[in-house]
């Protein structure tokens, strides 16, 4: 079992920049794919970025590649999303998740079984 919760939402301008923050509990944090998604409302959630239990594997969907980072400490049991260059496009609520299985790959939303609440991040043009 992997309790989330994420941190570090606001509201920016376009260009700007924000760091998400996803603080895990849970002694197998570490055995776990770790994503961020992101829901706009009226529409579905979405893929963003995942990292691998180790931190050696990331994954990006196209529209964030180059200006989302994606960074996990074990040590601390967080995983990070730098967000930089944001656009109108970005504001969302986000949410970090584990995916349901150890040591596995995806990027699908119904791979993932252990949610955050959500951080809202909401960008001015």
């Known amino acids: 079992q992997v309790q989330l919760v994420e941190s570090g939402g606001g509201l920016v301008q376009a260009g700007d920049s924000l760091r998400l923050s996803c603080a895990a509990s849970?002694?197998?944090?570490?055995?776990?794919?770790i994503g961020w998604f992101r829901q706009a409302p009226g529409k579905e959630r979405e893929f963003v970025a995942a990292?691998?239990?180790?931190?050696?594997?990331?994954f990006y969907r196209d529209s964030v590649k180059g200006r989302f980072t994606i960074s996990r400490d074990n040590a601390v049991n967080t995983v990070y999303l730098q967000m930089n260059s944001l656009g109108p496009e970005d504001t969302a609520v986000y949410y970090c998740?584990?995916?349901?299985?150890?040591?596995?790959?995806?990027?699908?939303?119904?791979?993932?079984?252990?949610w955050g609440q959500g951080t809202q991040v909401t960008v001015s043009s």
């Open positions: 990292i691998s239990w180790s931190g050696g594997t990331t």
């Open positions: 998740a584990a995916s349901l299985k150890p040591y596995y790959y995806s990027t699908y939303v119904t791979d993932f079984g252990f």
């Open positions: 849970g002694r197998t944090f570490s055995n776990y794919l």
